[in-house]
Structure formats: C-alpha cells, structure tokens
C-alpha cells in the first residue's frame, strides 16, 4: 500500500502504525475489536459482565448521532460506525453476546 508511509492528501503523514506491538489485533472497525476482546475476556474469566449489551450500543450509537459525533467515514453525525448502519452495529454486539451466553 503506497499511502502507508508517505499520504495522499498533502498532510506529510502516513497511515502505517509506528509504534511496536507485542500482539497485533486488527479489526475492521475498531469499535468492534474491542467489543470482540471484552468478549473474549468474559469467556476467559466467566465475568458477563465484560459483554456490552445490545440495547446499550443502541443507546450509544442513538446519543453520539444527536450530539454530532462525526463518523470516521461519512464525516458527518449519523447512528452508526465507519459508514456502517448503527443496525448492523447492534447485530454484531448481539452475535457477540450469544457467543459468551454459550460458552463459546
């Protein structure tokens, strides 16, 4: 990928990561990433707890849109993540959440 080390758009910057990583845990949408490894988490100490619920990223998505959070893709204030519909969102915290219940 040519833009990793030097941008397109003039800023002088790249889009490689730079700084070392003992783990590399890549994610299409970083929200999901971590949603997945507090998933994980809970599978590994029994504690449900770690798993977000799907009403609460419901209820996320719903507050950041009417607060003007600007998505990562869109640029612009709308209920969902990287350009991705805040349903899909939820759909995958559910998947998530019945994959703890379930032991696995």
């Not at 002088?12 to 998933?39: E, F, K, Q």
């Amino acid at each position: 990928m040519p833009e990793a080390r030097r941008c397109t758009c003039g800023c002088g910057g790249g889009i490689a990561a730079v700084t070392p990583a003992d783990h590399l845990y890549p994610a299409a949408v970083s929200n999901w990433g971590a949603y997945g490894l507090c998933a994980g988490l809970a599978l590994a100490t029994g504690d449900r707890s770690l798993v977000l619920q799907p009403e609460e990223e419901e209820r996320l998505l719903r507050v950041a849109a009417v607060r003007g959070c600007r998505d990562g893709l869109l640029r612009a204030a709308a209920f969902g993540v990287d350009g991705i519909s805040g349903s899909i969102s939820i759909r995958i915290v559910r998947v998530l959440q019945k994959f703890v219940a379930e032991g696995g």
